[in-house]
Each structure stands twice: as structure tokens, then as C-alpha cells.
């Protein structure tokens, strides 16, 4: 999946003459907390945030501060045609929640927030359907993810998406959200195959 799949495409964009009241008064407007900031030919300049702005509003009464002073000069961006993983990871790393989606030529097509890539995990990872879960530890067997995929397949139980956890190093735990089913033989199945089912539901 590609950013430009998940991006707000043509945001709501300010300048950097706007001034500190206003920007606040947008973000607040329209629910965001986001704003690029660009020049005339869209190309962009900086990137402002509501909690900075809310901060600096009170200097910016008392001293005249602008938006151009308050704003991220070299804001962390990202291509259109990155990988949501990419920009999962970025916005991981950075804390930061949200960037601006920029071409080639550094002109501001959309804005990706971390709300667009969770909503993006929850829908694959089906976790808003009403479905079932097996949490198995297959342990060290190269192959313990397809037995147990056929074991759950042969056993009514229909795959939606698969976790992993990739922080255990001895073993490896498998998270497989089924369609709506019963899981009770399933569970009998894998504890015949001498796997580990640490929960079901």
C-alpha cells in the first residue's frame, strides 16, 4: 500500500503570513492539527503544529512573533509513492504525528497523519470485524507458520490476517484473526500438534 492511497490529498495549506491566531483558528476549524506551509507556487516552506501554535500564541500577542518564527523550517516529508510501512516507521521513530506528502519538485500534494495509518492497520488486520483470534507460539520450527495455518484451515477456521511478535527471540508467537468462528476444536487440534495456544476467543 502507497502513501498516496491513504494521504489527505489537497490539504488546507497557509503562508508564511499568516498569522498565529489564524493558523489556530483553522486547525481548530476543520479538526486538524496539522498545517503545511507554502509559498505561492505550493512548494513547501514549513510545517506547524496546533500544540506549537497554542504555545506560542501568548508570545506572539506580547512580541509580534509570525508563523514563519514559530513554524518547522525542515519539516520530515515523504514521496507520494513510499510505502505505508515506510512512513509508519518514520513517524514511529520521529514521534511526530503527522508529515507532509511532497513530489519531486517539493510542491505539497497531501498530508499523511498517524490517524491514516492506524485506521489503514486496523481495516488489514480486520480489527474491527466481528471475528475470532488464535495466539500460538509455534517455537523454533521453520515451518510451524504453514502447519498451524493448516491446521486452523482443516479445522473451519478461515484466515483474515496474521501478527507476528517480533520482540521474542526464542520462539515465535503467531496472532491469527479468523472470520467468526467457533475455535474450541481448533484450539484441540494444535494442543494435539503439540503447540502452545496462549489465548483464544
Known amino acids: ?30 479538526s486538524i492539527r496539522h498545517l503545511p506551509v507554502v509559498s505561492r507556487s505550493q512548494k513547501l516552506v514549513g510545517w506547524v503544529t496546533l500544540g506549537d501554535m497554542k504555545q506560542g500564541l501568548l508570545p506572539a500577542v506580547v512580541t509580534g512573533l509570525s508563523l514563519a518564527d ?3 523550517r525542515e519539516p520530515v516529508t515523504i514521496n507520494p509513492d513510499a510505502n505505508v510501512e515506510t512512513a509508519a516507521r518514520i513517524i514511529f521513530e520521529k514521534k511526530i504525528g503527522g508529515m507532509p506528502v511532497i513530489d519531486n519538485g517539493k510542491k505539497v500534494i497531501g498530508v499523511i497523519t498517524v490517524t491514516d495509518i492506524l485506521g489503514a492497520f486496523v481495516k488489514i488486520m480486520g480489527i474491527l470485524a466481528n471475528g475470532s483470534r488464535v495466539e500460538v507460539d509455534v517455537g523454533n520450527k521453520p515451518d510451524g507458520f504453514e502447519k498451524v495455518s493448516r491446521i486452523i484451515h482443516d479445522n473451519g477456521g478461515e484466515i483474515v490476517s496474521v ?8 520462539k515465535k508467537i503467531f496472532y491469527f484473526r479468523l472470520k467468526r468462528c467457533l475455535t474450541d476444536t481448533i484450539v484441540k487440534a494444535l494442543k494435539k500438534k503439540k503447540y502452545i495456544v496462549l489465548s483464544s476467543d
Not at 163 to 170: L, R
Open 163 to 170: 501478527g507476528i511478535d517480533p520482540d521474542v527471540s526464542d
Open 70 to 72: 514559530l513554524m518547522i
Open 1 to 30: 500500500m502507497r502513501v498516496r492511497s491513504l494521504m489527505i490529498e489537497d490539504p488546507i495549506t497557509v503562508s508564511e503570513r499568516t498569522s498565529v491566531q489564524e493558523a489556530i483558528h483553522i486547525m481548530q476549524e476543520n
